[in-house]
């Protein structure tokens, strides 16, 4: 399933930020709830300190003038409450104060009727009229006096609500600037990949130089050597394909020329015996060029490239004698003896069908070139290292000069007149390489040529 | 007219050889270029075909070869490459001219007589002495009127006398030029030729010198 990296990149880093900011606010609000809580709480139990630390006082100083103390408690704490109402915070501070023994009781302005708590000592939690309180109550050590202060939960709610919207803020702000900045990052960090596939797409099937490695990140530069490479091969074999078409179709030229000249001479000539020989000439050469199309066929399959895998374990002396079997009517005509030394099965792991095409390119050259009543020698051997195949006739041999070059295309002896088409050879090279085997020419125990190929045990065979 | 072939192809060089006698041309047939500068030496041959995709030396090396020994006898360039490369190649080296194989036998003959007769710096395709006319390409002679038949040899011979109008040529050289190393010669063969046309085209034209040889003028 294809799937894009940037997008996927892109869907990671835009949701994990995402997640962090949120998580950062979340925690934020927690904090500063939990701070505003405890703010308060002690702000409230102050108040409370403070009122009963006043009331106490009034109450102390006032004890023998019983009359007079509700009174004049009563104008302080007035006083108190207005100084209270100072600070936005403290306007709805509200506080109760009672007497037990003495059925004293004070309201502030903004605080119910009904007492805010029970009698102990601490904070508390309240629901009156619809209205949340928290409670601070505290009682003076002789458990006479209690105070009650009070605050709406609706006070820190608000200023929670507050500091959770300015955290939040930034978050739908920012948050918008920051995927814009990682998509512009991401897409500039993509930008090679795109530059290469444009290079690429550009490209048409001829266009096989390699793709620039500049500016290219380290990850990606594996991927554009492996491409390179593959551009490198498949130029080889286009340039090679190329250059073999023309060849072969430049080879043949020349029997076409023949057949050509030869029909004319045929067409033209009043003479029968001249126009039997041009005869004979045109199916000689029709079956000269049939042959050498064959033969360009055959390289053209054993092509690098081309599926001929097919290796499996076959028996060497069995395709020998087989070959041999083949051949036999054409050695007979010159009355050549053809003959192989081995009979025992040699295991081989080989493409038997090459296997065989090489053989019989070899006896063909073998026969071609020996003299009539001569011998073509096959011989087998298997040795722990490897196969090794030769082949000698007593024909004329070749030069050295003639070894460099006999192997590569439509190239043909020196030395010789027989009609081949030039490329036995190079088929049999093209063969031994698929198996990794070496070819040495050498001058045979009767002048002639031999022709040893060793096929080693150990390498296998090349699969291309 | 003699010809030098060099091509290594049995079956073209074995037609080129066999159509152009139907041509009177002959010719000489070497499959490679080893032998070259000693044929060229021994024989004078009035052009060189020249196959470029010989075994051993190419057709290209050869012609180098052959312009450094000084020889200026055409030269046609017998090539399976089409490129214009190729062409031009041959035609710097010194190639007057060149034909893509396959090519049409009847054209190699008619470039052939181009390439002799501009090399004897005519530029009419006829030949002429008096009322003797000589068509090569068509193979044909009248004399007035009247249309002469001749035999091939006879017809070389004729032909090689009116190419050197002017100029002795003997016995040896007449030789040379209307017969191939592989054909036998009978030691009067050319008198008997010479009697032979003389009895067609009438006793003057052709001037017998003493001890030298031949010639029309």
């Known amino acids: 399933m294809p799937y894009s990296i940037r997008q996927r990149l892109l869907v990671f880093i835009l949701s994990l930020t995402f997640i962090s900011w949120s998580m950062i606010a979340v925690i934020n609000y927690f904090n500063a709830r939990s701070e505003i809580e405890e703010l308060f709480d002690t702000h409230l139990i102050q108040s409370a300190k403070v009122l009963l630390s006043l009331v106490d006082q009034e109450l102390y100083e006032q004890d023998h ?38 059925g004293f009781k004070f309201n502030s302005a903004g605080a119910p009727d009904e007492p805010l708590s029970d009698n102990t000592t ?17 009682l003076d050590p002789a458990n006479i006096i209690v105070i ?31 995927f814009i900045l990682i998509w512009k990052t991401v897409d500039i960090i993509f930008s090679p990949l795109n530059r290469i596939a444009e290079d690429i797409q550009r490209r048409n099937s001829a266009q096989l130089d390699p793709v620039s490695g500049f500016d290219v990140p380290t990850e990606i530069q594996p991927l554009i050597n492996a491409l390179n490479k593959l551009f490198y091969r498949l130029d080889r074999v286009i340039r090679n394909e190329r250059r073999f078409t023309a060849d072969a179709a430049h080879e043949l030229r020349t029997p076409l020329a023949g057949l050509k000249t030869q029909a004319q001479i045929a067409k033209r000539t009043q003479d029968p015996q001249k126009r039997e020989h041009a ?25 690098p490239g081309v599926n001929n895998t097919n290796y499996s374990d076959c028996d060497l002396t069995r395709i020998v004698q087989e070959t041999i079997a083949d051949a036999l009517p054409l050695a007979g005509k010159k009355n050549i003896i053809l003959q192989v030394n081995e009979a025992n099965s040699i295991q081989i792991h080989a ?80 063969i031994a390489d698929l198996h990794h085997a070496v070819i040495n020419l050498s001058k045979s125990s009767e002048n002639g040529l031999q022709v040893d190929i060793f096929f080693p045990r150990a390498r296998q065979p090349v699969t291309t | 007219m003699r010809l030098l072939l060099i091509e290594d192809d049995e079956i073209l060089g074995d037609g080129i050889v066999a159509g152009l006698k139907e041509f009177s041309y002959i010719t000489d047939w070497l499959r490679d270029g080893r032998q070259m500068e000693s044929a060229i030496a021994s024989t004078e ?52 001219d060149y034909m893509i194989k396959p090519f049409d036998l009847d054209e190699l003959a008619a470039r052939l007589r181009a390439l002799i007769r501009r090399d004897h710096g005519r530029t009419s395709p006829l030949l002429k002495h008096n009322d003797l006319e000589m068509n090569p390409a068509e193979h044909s002679v009248v004399k007035g009127n009247t249309t002469i038949e001749l035999s091939a040899k006879e017809f070389s011979l004729l032909q090689l006398l009116m190419e050197n109008s002017g100029k002795a040529l003997s016995k040896r050289k007449i030789e040379d030029n209307i017969y191939a190393w592989s054909e036998e010669i009978e030691s009067n063969a050319i008198e008997v030729h010479i009697h032979n046309i003389r009895k067609k085209i009438g006793p003057d034209i052709i001037k017998t010198i003493r001890d030298v040889g031949y010639i029309i003028k």
Request: aromatic fraction near 4%; avoid cysteine; charge should be negative.
């Open chain 1, 65 to 102: 003038n019983a009359d007079e103390t509700g009174e004049n408690v009563l104008f302080q704490l007035k006083d108190v409450e207005e100084h209270l109402e100072k600070h936005k915070y403290e306007k709805l501070l509200a506080f109760q104060i009672s007497m037990n023994n003495a």
């Open chain 1, 122 to 138: 601490g904070l508390s939690d309240i629901v009156v009229n619809g209205i949340h309180w928290r409670v601070y109550t505290l």
């Open chain 1, 148 to 178: 009650r202060v009070a605050e709406p939960h609706s006070l820190r709610s608000d200023l929670v609500s507050e500091i959770a919207l300015s955290l939040l803020i930034p978050l739908f702000i920012g948050l918008p600037i920051i």
């Open chain 1, 279 to 303: 005869l004979q000439n045109i199916l000689k050469s029709v079956d000269r060029t049939t042959h050498l199309i064959e033969q360009l066929l055959t390289l053209a399959r054993l092509e």
């Open chain 1, 351 to 430: 493409n038997a069908q090459a296997l065989s095409i090489l053989l019989r390119n070899l006896l063909d050259n073998a026969i071609r070139y020996t003299p009539e009543n001569g011998r073509v020698d096959v011989h087998l051997e298997d040795t722990p290292t490897g196969v090794s195949l030769s082949i000698a006739d007593n024909g004329p041999g070749i030069t050295d000069d003639d070894k460099e070059y006999v192997f590569k295309r439509f190239s043909r002896s020196n030395e010789n007149r027989e009609s081949g088409s030039g490329l036995g050879l190079s088929i049999v090279k093209q």
């Open chain 2, 45 to 96: 041959y009035d052009a060189i075909i020249l196959d470029l995709g010989l075994p051993g030396e190419s057709g290209l090396t050869l012609l180098v070869k052959l312009r450094k020994m000084g020889k200026n006898l055409p030269v046609l360039i017998l090539t399976a490459r089409d490129t214009i490369d190729d062409k031009v190649k041959g035609l710097d080296l010194g190639a007057d």
